[in-house]
């Protein structure tokens, strides 16, 4: 049985996840031999009840598990509702494109309207895998905008060396009311501009790699009142546990390297945090 890193100190006050996947870290998609992380979170033997309650013991009391084809959307939305202390995000991720087909895209937007669903996402663009073709990726990108103003949920972006392009496609069709940027990977210029249209930027853990200045000034130049933080569990832990499988209740990592850069007392984060992630994802 894999071994998951030791948890970090508690927080002063609680907080929420805003993006892992739940259904990798337990099994339900099962990891391909080209995915390590996903193969040793699973190898770990959890679920989804001992994921709340290790992340509850840090004070993480609260996630979003994040949809990224209908399998998932699907498996995210019954746990939501299984669930009280989890919401969850429905979409066709990018990588996908290619099934977002009109019926699927249908089944989205049924999921979205469900009241345990708070996010249409992840979706967006991804110009490092070649997984979909760009035509296909904008035409679904688009139409989950849509999808997300008819409902009335958060957008939740996947946006991986598509920066010009994403903010361009949200100018274009209009964006929603309530826009997140997951795993936020642009620069301190980008952040300026994400903040300027009122969209909400969500760290994770390689804000804390020592390669990430960029990402540092990110954090420092986006409005407290914009800013969410994540794990992406099982993806992109926090150091010192980069390469290994991640989880929510190692969100403090990520929460204590942006309070220092910010400057803000961990508390005040903490409480921000959360208050933005009402006005994002609705209470629960």
Same mark, same amino acid.
């Given at each position: 049985?894999?071994?998951?890193p030791?948890?970090?100190e508690?927080?002063?006050?609680?907080?929420?996840?805003s993006?892992c996947?739940?259904?990798?870290?337990?099994?339900?998609?099962?990891?391909s031999?080209?995915?390590?992380?996903?193969?040793?979170?699973?190898?770990?033997?959890?679920?989804?009840?001992?994921?709340?309650?290790?992340?509850?013991?840090?004070?993480?009391?609260?996630?979003?598990?994040?949809?990224?084809?209908?399998a998932?959307?699907?498996?995210?939305?019954?746990?939501?509702?299984e669930?009280?202390?989890v *919401?969850?995000?429905?979409?066709?991720?990018?990588?996908?494109?290619?099934?977002?087909?009109?019926?699927?895209?249908?089944e989205?937007e049924?999921?979205?309207?469900?009241?345990?669903?708070?996010?249409?996402?992840?979706?967006?663009?991804?110009?490092?895998?070649?997984?979909?073709?760009k035509?296909?990726?904008?035409?679904?990108?688009?139409?989950?905008?849509?999808?997300?103003?008819?409902?009335?949920?958060?957008? *939740?972006?996947h946006?991986?060396?598509?920066?010009?392009?994403?903010?361009?496609?949200?100018?274009?069709?209009?964006?929603?009311?309530?826009?997140?940027?997951?795993s936020?990977?642009?620069d301190?210029?980008?952040?300026?501009?994400?903040?300027?249209?009122?969209?909400?930027?969500?760290?994770?853990?390689?804000?804390?790699?020592?390669?990430?200045?960029?990402?540092?000034?990110a954090?420092?130049?986006?409005?407290?009142?914009l800013?969410?933080?994540?794990?992406?569990?099982?993806?992109l832990?926090?150091?010192?546990?980069?390469?290994?499988?991640?989880?929510?209740?190692?969100?403090?990592?990520?929460?204590?390297?942006?309070?220092?850069?910010?400057?803000?007392?961990?508390?005040?984060?903490?409480?921000?945090?959360?208050?933005?992630g009402?006005k994002?994802?609705?209470?629960?």
């Open positions: 049985m894999s071994k998951l030791a948890p970090p508690p927080l002063p006050e609680p907080v929420f996840d993006h996947h739940l259904d990798v870290m337990v099994g339900t998609r099962q990891a031999s080209g995915d390590p992380v996903a193969q040793a979170a699973q190898a770990a033997s959890a679920s989804v009840r001992s994921i709340l309650e290790d992340a509850r013991s840090v004070g993480v009391t609260r996630l979003v598990t994040i949809g990224y084809d209908l998932s959307s699907r498996w995210c939305a019954r746990t939501a509702a669930h009280e202390d *919401v969850a995000g429905v979409a066709i991720h990018p990588n996908e494109a290619h099934a977002a087909t009109p019926e699927a895209l249908a989205i049924a999921l979205a309207g469900r009241p345990e669903v708070r996010a249409v996402g992840e979706t967006g663009l991804d110009y490092f895998r070649d997984w979909a073709s035509d296909d990726q904008h035409a679904s990108f688009r139409a989950h905008i849509e999808i997300a103003k008819r409902t009335g949920k958060a957008l *939740v972006i946006d991986r060396n598509a920066h010009d392009d994403v903010l361009r496609v949200l100018a274009e069709e209009g964006a929603p009311d309530k826009v997140v940027f997951h936020y990977s642009g301190a210029e980008m952040a300026k501009k994400c903040a300027d249209a009122g969209y909400f930027m969500s760290f994770s853990g390689p804000v804390t790699y020592k390669n990430a200045d960029h990402l540092r000034a954090a420092a130049a986006a409005p407290l009142e800013v969410l933080v994540e794990t992406d569990a099982p993806y832990p926090p150091v010192p546990h980069r390469g290994k499988p991640n989880a929510p209740y190692l969100i403090p990592l990520t929460l204590r390297c942006l309070a220092e850069v910010k400057g803000v007392p961990l508390a005040d984060l903490c409480a921000a945090v959360n208050a933005n009402v994002v994802f609705g209470d629960w």
